[in-house]
């Protein structure tokens, strides 16, 4: 069984810019969650995508988005960084009708300056 | 007033001591309940879910207090290997959405 995987593991950008992060889920799940886990905090929701649709999104602006794709993988876009986005990036997979059981990736380490 | 509020910790314990960690949640509509664990600089991994009727795994005890929204992790007879920052998730009903509180971050030492 593939496990949840993230790439890259760090990134650095400057304020201004845009990131593209990657997910590619668990085999055998179809929905795909993303989180932000500032220094010291638990993780925070950003959005959920299931048959390639958001399905779901926490308090964070427009300039966060996403997509999946057909085999499940997904990708989280943030345009115009700000310093506050600086913080682990998490992608969780699961199996939709599975009693909501996520399975964590390792995780983006994406640095703002 | 946050979602889940946790206790930040540290909780510093000897090997073989027993700790409890507390949890409050603050909307009455939660479903589900969760214990994740997060080792330094890595991904949350579920621990146990926590039922009504309370459940045990190993070492591990999980309660759930609905009056009192109220969720508690007891670990018996502590590990070196147990230190590590202990996640209380609640879900809503018909919701994916994981809402997790800071952690309680737990140092065992020899």
């Known amino acids: 069984e593939t496990g949840v995987t993230q790439s890259p593991t760090h990134l650095i950008k400057t304020r201004g810019q845009q990131v593209t992060l990657r997910c590619s889920s668990q085999?055998?799940?179809?929905?795909v969650s993303w989180y932000q886990q500032a220094l010291g905090q638990g993780p925070q929701f950003i959005f959920q995508?299931?048959?390639?649709?958001?399905?779901g999104r926490g308090n964070f602006p427009p300039r966060f988005s996403g997509l999946q794709f057909p085999n499940y993988s997904s990708e989280l876009n943030v345009n115009a960084l700000e310093l506050d986005d600086s913080a682990l990036y998490l992608c969780?997979?699961?199996?939709?009708?599975?009693?909501?059981?996520?399975?964590f990736g390792p995780g983006t380490r994406l640095t703002v300056l | 007033r946050k979602e889940v509020e946790q206790d930040p910790g540290p909780f510093n314990v000897p090997e073989g001591a027993t700790v409890a960690f507390n949890c409050t949640y603050s909307?009455?509509?939660?479903?589900?309940f969760f214990w994740y664990r997060q080792d330094c600089r890595k991904e949350p991994k579920l621990l146990m879910s926590?039922?009504?009727s309370g459940n045990e795994d190993g070492r591990f005890t999980a309660q759930l207090n609905r009056a009192s929204q109220y969720i508690s992790l007891l670990i018996r007879d502590s590990k070196l290997s147990d230190s590590a920052t202990y996640l209380c998730?609640?879900?809503?009903?018909?919701?994916?959405?994981?809402?997790f509180g800071t952690g309680t971050r737990l140092q065992v030492f020899p």
């Open positions: 969780a997979s699961s199996s939709r009708g599975t009693y909501n059981e996520q399975f």
């Open positions: 085999s055998g799940h179809n929905t």
């Open positions: 995508y299931y048959r390639e649709e958001e399905n």
């Open positions: 909307n009455s509509a939660s479903q589900s």
């Open positions: 926590v039922y009504s």
């Open positions: 998730v609640v879900t809503y009903y018909n919701t994916d959405k994981l809402i």
